[in-house]
């Protein structure tokens, strides 16, 4: 398996898939992992992930054989292009693998690497976990309630990118379709307009709820929430809702009931080893997530609304800088953070880690590493809790110890070895 400009490690194997129809992976004790570093911070962050994830997979008696692919600037100076085949085939090609933040421009430009990425190798779920750690300053009052995982649908919705701007001929050929073939000129105004097209497919739906279930019911999570803003986009996240809700009644039997069985059969306790389904509107679900923050476990939504509900859940627990994230594909993973690429602190050595961190442990956890994911968050909690942290965290609590970004990762390598 040879690349243009990759060169893959002597000293890794790569990981298989052995079961097509369930996506199941052979994952070998030295596995090849790609590794983007990423715009910006991400020359900061990357390096400090890799170390410290190296130290819980050596301390669990296993080692990754990391190998660096580009994206973004790395690959505009090698390739002289945004994201080369080389990185879609390795990354494809190797299953599992971990990226920094990547620039992407507002109104103008490219379009996102990171959506690129998502869509070219078929990642469909978007996956946020949302949990507090002792220690990390939050706004409100109970950050501990929240401990949420979000799976945003990755490949439609208006992410979709289908879009036409506005004085082009091919908005105008658009409009005219919509106002004299489908009888919509009352709601498009006169003059300069850009029009996009929201899909949301029953396969698309499907996949998505099918996967935040399957995930609920193996992790032990009590209920799976539908958001969605049916009651006024009803053929599209109308029908996100219902597709979901025929996922579970068609698919889980006995494992799942609706929160309507829940309080009509049940009186509103729910039965030992059963999920349920719910659903709540987008808009309300936003304000839910501050004034009944335990009542939510997992969720399940489509593009827009998961970028908005994981990021104003991040805020509950200490912002996006400690915010992980990755995406899953079928017996596939690319683990990234939340946060952009804040280039204005590129290279100095400054910004806070954790949220890259914390990818890398959902990874381990794609992996089957659960001893190296478990150890990797426990030594993140007791670093913070001890009060060393980098600056962001520093300016917000008194008595703490503020180091750089390789500082941290040295601090949380340290007790990683003091855990295992």
Same mark, same amino acid.
Request: hydrophobic share 40%; with cysteine; net charge negative.
């Given at each position: ?31 090849? &992992? ?17 170390? #410290? ?34 990185? &879609? ?17 507002? !109104? ?32 409100? &009052? ?44 009352? &709601?498009?105004? +006169? ?33 799976? /929430? ?17 597709? !979901?809700?025929? #996922? ?8 799942? $009931? ?22 709540? $509107?987008? +808009? ?34 200490? =912002?996006?800088? $400690? ?16 946060? =952009? ?28 590493? /659960? ?8 030594? #993140? ?30 601090? #949380? ?8």
């Amino acid at each position: 398996m040879s690349y243009d400009q990759i060169e893959v490690p002597a000293d890794g194997e790569r990981i298989e898939l052995v079961d097509e129809e369930t996506g199941e992976l052979h994952v070998p004790e030295n596995p090849i &992992v790609p590794i983007i570093h990423g715009d910006g911070i991400g020359t900061d962050v990357g390096p400090a992930a890799q170390q #410290v994830l190296d130290a819980a997979a050596e301390a669990t008696g296993r080692s990754i054989a990391w190998m660096r692919v580009y994206a973004g600037g790395s690959a505009r100076e090698r390739y002289d292009e945004n994201l080369p085949e080389d990185t &879609v085939k390795a990354i494809r090609d190797h299953r599992v693998a971990i990226k920094g933040p990547l620039t992407t421009p507002v !109104g103008a430009g490219f379009r996102s690497l990171n959506v690129a990425l998502r869509q070219t190798l078929d990642m469909f779920a978007n996956v946020r976990p949302t949990y507090h750690l002792e220690g990390v300053p939050s706004p409100v &009052v109970d950050p501990e309630e929240m401990d949420m995982v979000t799976f945003r649908e990755n490949t439609e919705d208006v992410y979709a990118g289908i879009e036409w701007e506005a004085g082009t001929d091919e908005v105008e050929k658009v409009r005219e379709f919509l106002e004299d073939d489908m009888d919509v000129e009352d &709601v498009i105004h +006169d003059g300069p307009v850009g029009i996009g097209v929201k899909p949301i497919s029953e396969f698309g739906s499907k996949r998505l709820v099918r996967e935040a279930i399957d995930y609920a019911i193996e992790n032990d999570r009590e209920s799976v /929430t539908l958001v969605h803003k049916g009651n006024i986009m009803k053929f599209t996240e109308g029908a996100f809702r219902d597709w !979901g809700y025929e #996922v579970a009644e068609e698919e889980y039997g006995e494992d799942v $009931i609706t929160e309507d069985e829940l309080w009509e059969e049940f009186d509103g306790e729910r039965p030992e080893g059963t999920l349920v389904v719910k659903d709540r $509107i987008a +808009d309300n679900m936003l304000q839910q997530l501050l004034t009944r923050t335990g009542d939510y476990d997992v969720i399940a939504t489509m593009n827009l609304n998961g970028d908005y509900l994981s990021d104003a859940a991040g805020a509950q627990i200490g =912002g996006l800088g $400690i915010a992980p994230g990755a995406n899953f594909g079928h017996g596939r993973c690319l683990a990234e953070p939340v946060h =952009g690429s804040a280039p204005k602190y590129a290279g100095e050595d400054k910004v806070n880690p954790t949220a890259m961190i914390l990818s890398g442990r959902i990874m381990l956890e794609y992996l089957g590493w /659960t001893d190296a994911a478990d150890l990797v968050r426990d030594a #993140v909690e007791e670093t913070i809790a001890s009060g060393q942290v980098t600056y962001d965290l520093h300016r917000q609590i008194e008595g703490g110890e503020k180091l750089a970004t390789s500082e941290f990762a040295d601090a #949380v390598v340290e007790r990683i070895h003091d855990l295992a």
